[in-house]
């Protein structure tokens, strides 16, 4: 496989993983994201209406270890890397990453006071396409604001679990009359 359809899949598998963690904020945490999908808003304002950055991280669960991102660019090649994850132009406060098994959730300036600990050396990825660090499962418990675990039994769309009961999302008042 070479790298652009490499790319292509990992895209396709970040956005299934973001629309995943959308789902899970909603009905854990009652956070509703709006997510951006031109490639405008994407990178003039970021992934979500929220200031949320996501991350699928495929190699957690056989590392232990979390992929803490701050440079990334487009293709392996010579050149500059730009300010990414913990780094980006437009700061996200939240910085969420994790699997389908394990969802953390990070103020991002709490990230950036880790690394600026110096425990925690930057390294380049094997595709030479993105800068970070890595911190391990109990450093992530210990410093996370939120840990989640995805639930299995999402309500369908417009309903959502209050008290273990399924009930609409949205309840309209009675029409005046």
Known sequence: MNY??????????AG???????????????VCLVPYKSRFYQINAGENGGGVEIKYDQQWATTGNLWIEIE???????????????????LPWLYVIGDYSRIYVFATRCLQRLRLTNKYPIKENGTKTSKGFL??????E?????VLF??????????????????????????LG
Not at 135 to 140: E, P, V
Not at 150 to 156: A, H, R, S
């Open 150 to 175: 995805p639930l299995k039994n999402i309500p369908p769309i417009g309903k959502v679990l209050i008290g273990g009961e399924e009930r609409p999302a949205v309840v309209l008042d009675p029409p």
């Open 135 to 140: 911190i391990d499962t109990r450093t992530a």
């Open 142 to 146: 210990l410093t996370a604001a939120a």
């Open 72 to 90: 990334e660019k487009a293709k392996p090649r010579n050149g500059d890397y730009v300010p990414a994850g913990i780094h980006k132009k437009e």
């Open 16 to 30: 299934k993983y973001e629309d995943f963690v959308y789902t899970q904020l909603f009905h854990q945490l009652g």
């Open 4 to 13: 652009d359809e490499y790319r292509r899949q990992m895209t396709d598998e």
